[in-house]
């Protein structure tokens, strides 16, 4: 299993940013996908989930209205879309595959993580 996540970087608050996970190793189409962010001295917390079909999926209260996950199975990859950025959405960001095509039941792989700056 891999999770390539990419679309990182420097952007002033108000700014947009588009995260991205390749995935590979698995059957894409049939897992959940989850993306989380950790703070420098900050426990890691979630940010988004989608179930493996894209149906349904859900955000973090702090991002809600703001970030907006999906997924492309033909592509093998999940997205995260990040509107009206603030400086406290500066982290590093890691997707995660789910046990399950439900995102109630856990991760079992994690990427490597890409840095987001919001810059004031």
């Known amino acids: 299993v891999q999770l390539q996540a990419s679309g990182g970087g420097l952007v002033q608050a108000g700014g947009s940013l588009r995260l991205s996970c390749a995935a590979s190793g698995f059957t894409f189409g049939n897992y959940a996908m989850g993306w989380y962010r950790q703070a420098p001295g900050k426990e890691r917390e979630f940010v988004a989930r989608?179930?493996?079909?894209?149906?349904?999926?859900s955000t973090a209260e702090r991002v809600w209205g703001r970030f907006t996950i999906s997924r492309d199975n033909a592509e093998n990859t999940v997205y995260l879309q990040m509107n009206s950025l603030k400086p406290e959405d500066t982290a590093v960001y890691y997707c995660a595959k789910g046990r399950t095509g439900s995102y109630y039941d856990g991760y079992d792989y994690w990427g490597q993580g890409t840095l987001v700056t919001v810059s004031s």
């Open positions: 989608i179930t493996n079909n894209g149906i349904t999926y």
